[in-house]
Nanobody, 122 residues
Framework: VQLQASGGGLVRPGGSLRLSCAAP????????IGWFRQAPGKGREAISC????????YYIDSVKERFTISRDRAKNTVNLQMSDLRPEDTAVYYC????????????????WGQGTQVTVSS
């Protein structure tokens, strides 16, 4: 599986961005998918995940009610709609598959995508 994350950019505080995770030649519906981020000088953290068979989602508290993870089955993507962005959301964002998923974005990562930079600044 090769994952491609896209959609990052520079946005002002309060703005919105939509990240997309694609995997050409692979059906993402068959995978548990997570979005992660790594801010400068910090470790990588899981922020939102979606389960494969029932699309149950999970969000960390700091993004809950601001970010929405979803599958676009027609386009074979998993998207992360981000709104009300804050400077502390600045990070490189990654998508990944899980080979084993235990819920709440915990499990064994299968494949990482390349990151996409999100910068929130006025």
């Amino acid at each position: 599986v090769q994952l491609q994350a896209s959609g990052g950019g520079l946005v002002r505080p309060g703005g919105s961005l939509r990240l997309s995770c694609a995997a050409p030649g692979v059906t993402l519906n068959d995978y548990h998918i997570g979005w992660f981020r790594q801010a400068p000088g910090k470790g990588r953290e899981a922020i939102s995940c979606i389960r494969t068979f029932d699309d149950v989602t999970y969000y960390i508290d700091s993004v809950k009610e601001r970010f929405t993870i979803s599958r676009d089955r027609a386009k074979n993507t998993v998207n992360l709609q981000m709104s009300d962005l804050r400077p502390e959301d600045t990070a490189v964002y990654y998508c990944a598959t899980f080979t084993r998923y235990h819920g709440r974005c915990s499990g064994t990562i299968g494949t990482w995508g390349q990151g996409t930079q999100v910068t929130v600044s006025s």
